[in-house]
């Protein structure tokens, strides 16, 4: 557990704080931590570890068992989805909100396969674990028009859900219009973390602050959780969002820095007045106009849309590392 007097601690005190990890010795160490965010390369890491060897060796024989109950479904994409249940439910013991668990990233443009997944996702947790209450379940679902269309039918239906891989205002506004519980802007994108080197130019902390207010305005339950950090100058600039989810080498150094060391400014700091708010604007009935107003987002430079297909593609390469892992 962090001692006290330390930035992750003055940062809990004006955040919600979750853990971007599957590991269970994570919040052990330097908890306590709320929600428990995860995604196909996070369960790719952990799954190498020796210790999960029995976990991918029960969730074969799972998804073997379960063939009859998803005819529909690929015994090695069950497997997947049964190994990142049963880690999550590992985690659950570990924290006190929702586990996350992102749904099948092939199936990011299709909205009927999208809310299937999510749908078993949850069904799993109760197979796995009949006593584990089903509502601390959070379905991750891409921000693509056809995933915030699957979140729109799911939270209808009382699942919770996450758009991550949020690039633009315009994703931002339509997730708070379709009711998504969270959003996960990525404050850098999600290259940054396979690429030696590499350094986002055009971060989205601003885009935090801007969608925090726009719920706020409007009167959304939307909360804004940012992810994809890489520095805790990142994070403390970001000191006041609603969540913020942090991966355990940046909580170890949060943990391990006295608060008297910050000198970064919160944005959240800044006088609401001064705050651009952004205007919202329904797009949940109108797909073209969605899809034109966020290709042409920050004025038309397409950088929200191709980091969010940059996402898409990495995540499904991760997948198809998991199942191949499994095979």
Not at 316 to 326: H, L, P, S, T, V
């Amino acid at each position: 557990m962090a001692s006290e007097n330390t930035l992750l601690r003055l940062l809990q005190s004006r955040s919600i704080v979750d853990c971007d990890i599957m590991d269970v010795e994570v919040p052990k160490a330097l908890g306590p931590f709320v929600d428990c965010t995860s995604n196909q390369a996070i369960a790719y890491n952990e799954l190498q570890k020796p210790v999960h060897e029995s976990k991918i060796d029960e969730a074969i024989s799972l998804s073997r068992k379960l063939a009859q109950k998803y005819p529909d479904v690929p015994a090695q994409e069950l497997a997947v989805e049964i190994v990142m249940v049963s880690l999550q439910l590992e985690m659950s013991r570990h924290v006190t909100g929702f586990v996350h668990v992102q749904t099948n990233p092939y199936y990011s443009y299709d909205t009927d396969k999208t809310v299937k997944n999510a749908r078993r996702i949850v069904e799993l947790f109760r197979y796995l674990d009949s006593s584990f209450d089903h509502k601390r379940v959070c379905i991750k679902i891409p921000s693509t028009w056809e995933g915030l269309q699957a979140c729109r039918i799911l939270e209808a239906n009382k699942t919770t859900t996450l758009a991550t891989t949020l690039f633009t205002v315009e994703q931002a506004s339509l997730a708070g219009e379709v009711g998504c519980h969270y959003i996960a802007p990525y404050v850098n994108e999600l290259k940054v973390h396979f690429e030696a080197g590499f350094i986002d130019h055009n971060k989205a902390q601003k885009l935090c602050l801007q969608a925090q207010r726009l719920y706020e305005a409007n009167s959304m339950k939307t909360q804004v959780l940012p992810a994809s950090l890489t520095s805790t100058a990142e994070i403390m600039e970001l000191a006041g969002v609603h969540h913020i989810t942090i991966s355990p080498g940046l909580l170890q150094e949060l943990a391990t820095t006295h608060a008297s060391a910050n000198t970064t400014v919160s944005l959240f700091d800044e006088d609401a007045a001064k705050v651009e708010v952004p205007t919202f604007v329904n797009y949940a009935d109108d797909q073209a106009k969605y899809r034109i107003a966020f290709t042409r987002s920050n004025g038309g430079d397409g950088e929200g849309e191709r980091k969010l297909v940059q996402a898409i593609n990495i995540f499904c390469d991760m997948q198809d590392k998991i199942e191949a892992m499994i095979k």
